[in-house]
Antibody
Framework: EVQLLESGGGVVQPGGSLKLSCAGSGFTFGNYAMNWVRQAPGKGLEWVSSISYTGTGTYYADSVKGRFTISRDNSRDTLHLQMDFLRAEDTALYYC??????????????????WGQGTLVTVSS | QSVLTQPPSVSAAPGQKVTISCFGSSSNIGSNYVSWYQRLPGTAPKLLIFDNIKRPSGIPDRFSGSQSGTSATLGITGLQTGDEADYFCGTWDSGLNTGVFGGGTKVTVL
């Protein structure tokens, strides 16, 4: 059974940093592209970032480009999101998500069937 | 403002059918697969449709997806009270090189 478990959320002041992690189990982590998706309070889903299964391809929403860094450690079955220069508008529930690797191109970063339970990030002074 | 456009809300009586539209452009829906998600309060999004028309195992055939040109549609037949939720479309945008979601549609069962 595919399981994803996020951690690292919390309360941080504007301009601060947080590092989120997502531990995968029940599947061959290194074969799966991975994604971060967030949902701010009262808002819809927002795609944040994706990384290819090898880690060589990384993609970011314009709203986080230059501030967030996605990475993965396939030896530890773990996905990370380093978030720097945080803003109030980054306050959200952050999910890691993935889909089966029977995909190609951009579809490997969408159509996520497997989601973690989410970790809450609050940016406030 | 979302890249993909969905109606804010749709409603129908139990047992009836609703359709939710998702409008995009040639760089997203027009050239990449669309997925649909259901989000119930307090839970992670649940994938209903992927690759335009496919259902993950466990998703009933009351849920269906279609795509034509730069738009996609989610259909829900035999509407149940448990279907009251927010529904989101999503896809990849080859021009932006990013994932994109619609703003979400709230389904109300009357």
């Amino acid at each position: 059974e595919v399981q994803l478990l996020e951690s690292g959320g919390g309360v941080v002041q504007p301009g601060g940093s947080l590092k989120l992690s997502c531990a995968g189990s029940g599947f061959t982590f290194g074969n799966y592209a991975m994604n971060w998706v967030r949902q701010a309070p009262g808002k819809g889903l927002e795609w944040v970032s994706s990384i290819s299964y090898t880690g060589t391809g990384t993609y970011y929403a314009d709203s986080v480009k230059g501030r967030f860094t996605i990475s993965r450690d396939n030896s530890r079955d773990t996905l990370h999101l380093q978030m720097d220069f945080l803003r109030a508008e980054d306050t959200a529930l952050y999910y890691c998500a993935t889909r089966n690797p029977d995909c190609s191109g951009g579809s490997c970063y969408t159509g996520s069937e497997f989601w973690g339970q989410g970790t809450l990030v609050t940016v406030s002074s | 403002q979302s890249v993909l456009t969905q109606p804010p809300s749709v409603s129908a009586a139990p047992g009836q059918k609703v359709t939710i539209s998702c409008f995009g452009s040639s760089s997203n829906i027009g050239s990449n697969y669309v997925s649909w998600y259901q989000r119930l309060p307090g839970t992670a999004p649940k994938l209903l449709i992927f690759d335009n028309i496919k259902r993950p195992s466990g998703i009933p055939d009351r849920f269906s997806g279609s795509q034509s040109g730069t738009s996609a549609t989610l259909g829900i037949t035999g509407l149940q009270t448990g279907d009251e939720a927010d529904y989101f479309c999503g896809t990849w945008d080859s021009g932006l090189n990013t994932g994109v979601f619609g703003g979400g549609t709230k389904v109300t069962v009357l």
